[in-house]
């Protein structure tokens, strides 16, 4: 997920990755039926969504996420912080949000989440977010989890 695109425009242009960038052009909690069905990644990077998600639907995607990782492939997501208590904006996801949904038990092998910040617009917040890193690997023996309620 590209957020704004500044990831996949610098990892594009600075490394011989070849990159495939989505934003919300499509419902990725259907991806099986998005123009990108049928391709694995090494990497995937969530920059904003999964905190712009309701918490009932952050399973379901994260196991869309899941699916599309080669085993032992990774996932990056940056996700606003609960610890931001500027008004306005996205809802926050917590510490324990991310290492409930990013567990064994969820099928992921995390790797660590990490207090971090969102940069943003200069008029937004002074410019800067209070936002988690989190990292987690698809293992590579085990299948990808079902959605929730599958």
Request: with cysteine; hydrophobic share 40%.
């Amino acid at each position: 997920m590209t957020g704004s695109g500044d990831n996949s425009l610098f990892i594009a242009k600075y490394t011989s990755c070849s990159v495939d960038a989505v934003d919300l052009c499509f419902d990725v909690l259907t991806w099986d039926s998005s123009p990108l069905a049928g391709r694995t990644y090494d990497v995937v990077l969530d920059s904003g969504l999964l905190h712009c998600l309701g918490p009932p639907a952050r399973p379901a995607y994260l196991a869309a996420l899941q699916r599309v990782l080669k085993p032992g492939g990774t996932l990056y997501v940056l996700a606003l912080s609960d610890k931001e208590t500027s008004p306005g904006g996205p809802s926050r996801v917590s510490r324990e949000d991310l290492e409930g949904l990013l567990s064994p038990a969820a099928g992921w092998e995390l790797q660590y989440v990490k207090p971090h910040f969102w940069e943003l617009h200069p008029t937004f917040w002074g410019g800067k977010g209070r936002a988690y890193l989190a990292a987690a690997q698809r293992p590579a023996a085990a299948a990808p989890a079902a959605p929730a309620g599958q």
